[in-house]
């Protein structure tokens, strides 16, 4: 299959910059790219194309990668965010996993999520959670791109929610996370044309024991594959650590040997001045949820993040998944904390979501921009729309980051595969599959109204 796609708004990212070609245009064979820029001859490329594609009035740039996500998180949606963190992600939505979602119930949901990320401009997902291969089936049925992990714990999460950190290590959860990890990775990395691979996912360093997070970083390494995990992520962690096991988060990661570049951690809200010079040295990644520590009230020390020259990429987390958020809330929140616009704009939250984003997942050479010969994930988003306009040649980037917003995708590709085209799903039924998890959905919440109860919400 043969793909033109000419007329647009070309931003390739190519090198992480977000320069525009105003009459640009994209040739996808199979799932590569053939060609890109504005030299392209139009008018052979249409006798030699299976399908033509007039972008006038559009942008076309990279898929987005989403560094951070919980396709389970469906189940949770608008639950927490006006609930304290403690009472709303821990004692709600985790002690609803916990005590009362199954993976049957994960799955339907979970397609609405995935649909949710794909429709709004999301190509790639790092994707980590229980109850695998859920994700990993979600990924494959979607058409989305996704690094997929199985989350190791060794305590009952939802306890967290209690705010006393206290803990009843379970190793029955440890080996049946492990069991999970190990099927994923012989069994589904590398499935579906390379789309799906797999990472070791440890839930975080304050709900392992250290000796059980160095055996999952040991696993990491027999199979040669990526870690991924919530890293200073909730109030108390590193006082808790301190206690426990006299090692900060992060210092202890790094003595356990599991920080490098192909380490991923989530939030990163509380480090302080020597976790973020740890990161850096082990040129650690940071996935940065802008818009959900925007919720939640707490947020990292970013300039001194940005200063260092860590490494960071920008992820939604599990509520929300509209990447365009979460670049406005990575820009917007920063600014208040630091009182100017210097500290990033809109090119530089669209790096963090595309070249940013691929680097810190080790999947550069594939995606993250658009270039001969990379793996043909394209989205083209409309720039007609009263909101975006007037449209000033020179602002594009801007307007598309600030203006444009995920319902304005109205093409994405994967891998070749056009999966959504004008604003319409190609190969799944989206009506159908959302009436269907409001169904599993309700009959979740109608199991779930004791933790409701309990924390005084209807």
Request: include cysteine.
């Amino acid at each position: 299959m043969r793909t033109l796609i000419h007329g647009g708004y070309l931003i390739t990212m190519k090198d992480g910059k977000a320069d525009v070609v105003t009459d640009g245009a994209i040739v996808i064979e199979g799932d590569r790219i053939a060609a890109v820029g504005g030299d392209i001859d139009i008018a052979v490329e249409k006798t030699l194309a299976d399908e033509v594609i007039d972008a006038r009035g559009r942008a076309i740039l990279p898929g987005f990668v989403n560094t951070h996500t919980h396709v389970a998180g469906a189940l949770s949606k608008a639950l927490t965010e006006d609930v304290p963190t403690f009472g709303g992600p821990f004692r709600i939505a985790l002690g609803m996993h916990e005590n009362v979602i199954t993976p049957e119930d994960m799955l339907l949901p979970g397609m609405v999520h995935a649909i949710e990320m794909l429709k709004t401009g999301t190509t790639t997902i790092n994707e980590c959670w229980w109850n695998q291969p859920q994700s990993a089936r979600i990924v494959e049925a979607t058409g989305l791109r996704g690094i997929v992990a199985s989350e190791i714990r060794e305590v009952d999460s939802s306890r967290i929610g209690f705010g006393r950190y206290e803990r009843e290590w379970d190793q029955s959860l440890v080996e049946k996370g492990v069991d999970e990890a190990i099927d994923l990775l012989e069994n589904w990395h590398g499935k579906a044309n390379g789309r799906i691979t797999c990472r070791v996912a440890p839930d975080g360093p304050d709900r392992l024991r250290p000796e059980t997070m160095g055996r999952l970083g040991e696993l990491a390494r027999k199979y040669g594959v990526g870690l991924h995990t919530h890293l200073c992520a909730v109030p108390g962690e590193n006082e808790f650590m301190l206690k426990l096991w006299g090692k900060k988060s992060i210092p202890l990661l790094r003595d356990l040997g599991m920080l490098g570049p192909d380490f991923i951690g989530a939030h990163c809200v509380y480090m302080d001045d020597e976790d973020i010079e740890i990161m850096v040295e082990t040129g650690a990644c940071m996935s940065h949820t802008a818009y959900l520590c925007g919720k939640r009230g707490y947020y990292p020390p970013i300039k001194k993040i940005y200063d260092a020259g860590m490494n960071v990429a920008l992820g939604s987390d599990w509520l929300s998944n509209d990447m365009f958020n979460v670049m406005r809330a990575g820009i917007l929140i920063a600014r208040v904390l630091t009182g100017g616009v210097a500290i990033r704009d809109a090119e530089d939250v669209l790096r963090m979501s595309t070249y940013d984003a691929a680097k810190c997942l080790g999947l550069l050479d594939e995606v993250g921009s658009l270039e001969t010969g990379k793996k043909a994930d394209v989205i083209l988003v409309d720039m007609t729309t009263s909101w975006v306009n007037p449209l000033r040649v020179q602002n594009i980037v801007t307007n598309l980051v600030y203006n444009a917003n995920g319902g304005d995708v109205t093409h994405v590709f994967v891998d070749g595969e056009c999966l959504v085209a004008d604003k319409q799903l190609k190969k799944l039924d989206e009506r159908e599959l959302i009436a269907e998890a409001q169904k599993v959905a309700e009959d979740v919440w109608r199991r779930s109204e004791y933790l409701f109860a309990a924390e005084g919400r209807p």
